[in-house]
C-alpha cells in the first residue's frame, strides 16, 4: 500500500489512475478504524479496480467544545487493517497540507446543515462539507463510500456535488453494529463499562419504533414517544433528540408516509454523545414499509 | 463556434477538449462586451489553443436591491464579437440549468470577502465564487482571464483555488479604458452624457495619486485626501471608498512599501456605482515604484 502525505504527490497518484482507467473507489476515515469502516473497504475492493482510503482527523468540523485533542488516533494499527483490506492507497495529509496558512474558503450547504446535527454541533458540517470537496479534488474518486449511520452527512455531501456539479457517487453503506445492536463508533472507545452497555439503549430504541411501523403505527409523535420512553429506562442515556424526518430533505415529518424517513436519534450515554437512526422505506410489497436499522 | 447551453452538454464538450490535449483558455463574462472583454480573449486566443467563453448573467451575485433584471443583455451583438474573436465555444446556461430546483451550496472565502466591495455589495463575493467554481468544474480550464479592474473578485477566487488545491490558473489582464480615462465596464451603459463626462474622474483621481507616487509621497492619508480632492471636483460623483490596500490580503495600509499595494476606489455617479484602481508595486529600478492604471 502506498501512503500518500501531500497533495501534490496524491494529485499525481490519481492522475495516473486516471490515466489508466482505473475505477477509483474512495473510502474518506478519520482514523480509529473499525469494522464499520472495513466493510467500507470490501465494498469498494468488490466494486473499484482500485480503492484508496484516507486518514484525516479534520479540525474544521469539531467545535471548539469538542473532543478533536482526545480524538482516537491509532495509526498503525489502522495501517494493518488497510493493507488487510488490500486498500491500494492511503492519503493521510497532516492539517498544515490540507489547510496551510491563510486558508480561508469553505463551502456550506445551506437549509440541510441548520438542521438536527448542524443546530447541535454549529459548523460541523461545513468542516465536513469543505474537507471532503478537498478529498475529492485531490483523489478524483468515481465512488465514494459512507456509511448511513452519518444519515444527515451523506445527505448533505449529495447536495452538494449535485450542486457542484461534481460527478463523484456516493455509495451508501449498511450500517454495521455490535452484537448488542450498538453502531460502530470511533467515538464508542470514550465509553465505560457501564456506558458501554448502556449504549445498547440506542439501538433497542430504535427497534421498538421499527417494530411500531411494522404494525402499522405511522404517526410520529406515537413512534417518537416509543423511542423516547426506551431510552428513558437508561439511566445514563440522556436523550439530546428524536426526530423523524423526510429522508431527502430532512424536515420533520408529521406521519410516516410513502416516502423514504428516517427515525434519528442522537443521545448522550456519559459525556459521549451517539447517534443512530432507522430508515423506514416503501418496500416492493405494497403497503408495507420497510426497516432498516 | 459552438453554443452549449446544459452543463452535460458542457461537460462533455470539455472532457473531449482534454482528452484531445487542447490547451483550454477561459473567459467567463456577463455578456455585454465590451473592448474590455475582447482583450482577455485576444490574450487567450495567443496562448491556448481552445478558447471557451460563458456569458451568464449570475443572478447570485446581485443582492436584492441591485440591478440583476436591468442589467445590460445584448446576447446578439455578444454572438457577433466572440465569433469575430475566434472563440471556440460559448457556454450560456440559463439560470435554472447553474441553479436547479434546491440549489444550497455556496462557496465563501472568509475576511477577503467581507471588507470593501464585499462590505458594499453583501453576499456578492459569495455568488461570485460559487457561480466561477461551478464554471471552472464544468469546464475544466487550464486558464482563465480576468481584467484587473475587478481586483478584490480576482483575489478572492485565487484564494479559493489555492484553497480547493484547483489546478486552474488565473491570468489578470490590463484594465482596458476608454480615451478619457474611464475603465471599461458593462454598467457604463447606465450613464447619462453628463454622467459619462463626470466619470471620468476616477482615473483622473488614481492618476493625481500615481503623480504623487511617483514624486516620492508613500503616506495613504495623503494620497487619499488627493484622490478624494479630485473626485470632489466633480459633482455628480459621490465616493462610497478610496482605500489603500495590501495587493494579498486586501488590508488597509499606512505606508506603501515593497509590497505591491492597490489604490481602490468605488464611486456613484448619478444612480450607477463604479469602481477603479491603481496598482503600485517595487519596479526592477529598485527604490522606485511602478504604477499601473
Not at 237 to 258: C, N, T
Request: aromatic content about 8%.
Amino acid at each position: 500500500m502506498e501512503i500518500v502525505r501531500t497533495v501534490s504527490w496524491m494529485k499525481e497518484a490519481a492522475r495516473l489512475a486516471r490515466a489508466e482507467n482505473q475505477v477509483i473507489g474512495f473510502v474518506p476515515t478519520m482514523g480509529a478504524l473499525h469494522e464499520g469502516h472495513l466493510s467500507l473497504l470490501r465494498r469498494a475492493k468488490s466494486e473499484c479496480s482500485q480503492v484508496f482510503a484516507s486518514i484525516f482527523v479534520n479540525p474544521t468540523q469539531f467545535g471548539p467544545n469538542e473532543d478533536l485533542s482526545k480524538y482516537p488516533r491509532t495509526f498503525a494499527s489502522d495501517i494493518e487493517k488497510l493493507e488487510a483490506a488490500g486498500v491500494d492507497l492511503l492519503f493521510a495529509p497532516e492539517p498544515e497540507e490540507i489547510y496551510p496558512a491563510g486558508f480561508s474558503t469553505y463551502v456550506t450547504v445551506e437549509g440541510l446543515s441548520q438542521r438536527l446535527e448542524g443546530k447541535a454541533r454549529p459548523g460541523h458540517f461545513r468542516g465536513v462539507a469543505t474537507v471532503v470537496l478537498k478529498l475529492f479534488d485531490v483523489i478524483q474518486p468515481h465512488f465514494a463510500f459512507f456509511g448511513r449511520k452519518d444519515a444527515q452527512q451523506i445527505r448533505i455531501l449529495q447536495r452538494m456535488l449535485l450542486d457542484l456539479n461534481s460527478d463523484v457517487e456516493i455509495v451508501v453503506c449498511p450500517i454495521v453494529r455490535e452484537p448488542d445492536g450498538l453502531a460502530l463508533s470511533s467515538r464508542n472507545a470514550y465509553l465505560n463499562a457501564q456506558e458501554r452497555s448502556a449504549a445498547a439503549a440506542l439501538n433497542r430504541a430504535l427497534k421498538a419504533a421499527a417494530r411500531q411501523v411494522q404494525t402499522g403505527v405511522r404517526d410520529s409523535l406515537t413512534l417518537q414517544s416509543t423511542v423516547r420512553d426506551v431510552l428513558a429506562q437508561e439511566k445514563l442515556a440522556r436523550v439530546d433528540y428524536v426526530e423523524i424526518v423526510d429522508a431527502l430533505s430532512f424536515e420533520p415529518v408529521a406521519h410516516i408516509g410513502s416516502r423514504a424517513t428516517y427515525v434519528l436519534l442522537a443521545v448522550f450515554v456519559g459525556k459521549t454523545r451517539l447517534i443512530d437512526n432507522l430508515l423506514v422505506e416503501a418496500s416492493a410489497d405494497l403497503g408495507a414499509l420497510n426497516c432498516s436499522l
